[in-house]
């Protein structure tokens, strides 16, 4: 509505302005026309002698090329020695014009009404500087009338037309835009319900039909995170409720059956290890709803063998325990953009999973290289390694390739979730390389970055 009042505004104005043009087209035209023609009368009469009735007469009758609806002649006090409309001429004229001709001005007047114009001309005869009286004249047309009228009458059909048709498609607009808005906003209610899988159909290639697109990306995303969030919570309360049946088995175990005291520490001790298995996977849980939701904080430019080499005097009681060597291969270090926590996470998770899953008397390689623009951290195992079928899955959270083993060795099927997180954070890549019974490789690149700094 809006719009078709605006138009209506426009096109109003424009049919205004059109008809105050054309008058004054039309009102110029005349006046230089009749101001002429009454100066050409007036330079006739003051060549005669003598002004009177019969000399003004004999010389109007002669200009017959005037062509006007009405010509007067008056002397200085206004007295008509000519009248073209009335042979009377025994009387005075008192018309604004011919009044205001007598003070020496040239006067004209114009007034159009209903298919007509009628103008009004008058200028003073001057004799030498004189006044010696004033020639009106006066002209009724109806032609150029009706061709204003005709030109304001087309003007307003188009108009009319122009306004007519600016409506119906606001109309016919609106209302398809309101239905397709419907749509959408239906959509909306239907998403907010629950259903993800809901798609809206827009048609077209208009600025809606983007937003129908976005929208259904939008839900696409939803559908995805509501399908990991559920999977999520379901393998989390698996997960939880292993531990806890057991604890709960094994504490029912001691509370109904009479068992001496080696029994009991025997049960006891159990529980204890459910319990830090229960433990250590809330921690893994807790990290991974962290990482999740962290934004990356100020990152640094960092040698990684600094890192590598306190992650491995970490570890190494494990891998003493483990019987397993470990070799690094540090020397074509490469600085990268990233948090030193981050990249500590990321190498203590690699580390520690090549050693649990590793052989006794097995080997963990650690090693950094440069690959045109990145930098790479590969550690390798030759541990019990990973089936071709499960190495898509490995990222995932909660999948375990033996599930038997995990348990045996604490894995919770959340390190490499964590890890692969935290390497895409830090705009990062991560990969894994296997075959079963000859060991791993993880392969993880960040893009290298030069810059003036102290090599470790």
Not at 176 to 188: C, D, E, G, L, P
Not at 227 to 247: N, W
Not at 352 to 379: F, Q, T
Request: proline content about 2%; some cysteine; aromatic content about 8%.
């Amino acid at each position: 509505m809006i719009y078709v009042f605006i138009t209506f505004f426009v096109l109003l104005f424009l049919n205004v302005y059109c008809a105050k043009a054309s008058h004054n087209l039309f009102k110029q035209s005349k006046n230089s026309a009749m101001i002429e023609k009454c100066h050409l009368a007036g330079d006739e009469i003051s060549k005669l002698d003598v002004l009177n009735t019969i000399n003004v007469t004999e010389a109007m009758e002669s200009m017959d090329n005037l062509k006007m609806t009405r010509i007067l002649v008056t002397d200085p006090a206004g007295l008509v020695l000519y009248d073209s409309m009335d042979l009377d001429t025994n009387r005075f004229a008192v018309l604004p014009e011919i009044v205001r001709a007598l003070d020496g001005m040239d006067v004209f007047t114009f007034l159009y009404h209903d298919g007509a114009i009628q103008s009004h001309a008058a200028c003073p005869i001057d004799y030498f500087g004189t006044t010696i009286g004033t020639v009106y004249m006066m002209e009724y047309d109806t032609v150029q009338g009706e061709l204003i009228k005709s030109l304001l009458g087309t003007i307003f059909q188009i108009s009319l037309l122009l306004e007519i048709a600016i409506l119906l498609f606001s109309l016919i607009y609106s209302g398809t835009f309101s239905r397709r808005m419907k749509r959408i906003m239906t959509s909306m209610r239907i998403i907010q319900k629950g259903d993800y899988t809901h798609k809206v159909k827009m048609g077209g290639n208009d600025e809606l039909s983007l937003l129908g697109d976005e929208f259904n990306n939008l839900t696409e995303r939803l559908h995805t995170s509501e399908q990991k969030r559920r999977r999520f919570v379901s393998d989390a309360s698996h997960e939880l409720k292993t531990p806890l049946a057991s604890i709960k088995l094994l504490s029912d175990s001691i509370l109904q059956n009479e068992m001496d005291v080696d029994t009991i520490r025997e049960f006891v001790n159990d529980i204890g290890n459910e319990a830090d298995r229960l433990n250590r996977m809330t921690a893994k849980l807790l990290s991974l709803t962290k990482v999740d939701g962290e934004v990356a904080a100020d990152c640094e430019i960092i040698y990684m063998t600094p890192t590598i080499r306190r992650v491995h005097r970490m570890l190494s009681v494990i891998a003493e325990q483990s019987d397993i060597q470990v070799e690094l291969d540090l020397d074509q270090d490469t600085p990268v953009l990233i948090l030193e926590d981050d990249l500590y996470q990321i190498v203590f998770n690699l580390m520690e999973n090549g050693m649990k899953y590793n052989l006794p008397g097995g080997k963990l390689k650690v090693a950094l290289s440069r690959e045109e623009d990145n930098a790479i951290l590969s550690v390798t195992d030759t541990g019990v390694g990973i089936p071709e079928d499960a190495l898509p899955h490995v990222f995932e959270r909660f999948y375990r390739v033996d599930k038997a083993r995990s348990r045996a060795t604490g894995g919770s099927g959340l390190g490499l979730a964590i890890v692969r997180v935290i390497v895409e954070r830090n705009k990062g890549e991560i990969s894994v390389s296997s075959q079963a019974g000859k060991g791993s490789t993880f392969r993880v690149s960040f893009p290298a970055f030069d810059t003036e700094v102290d090599k470790p």
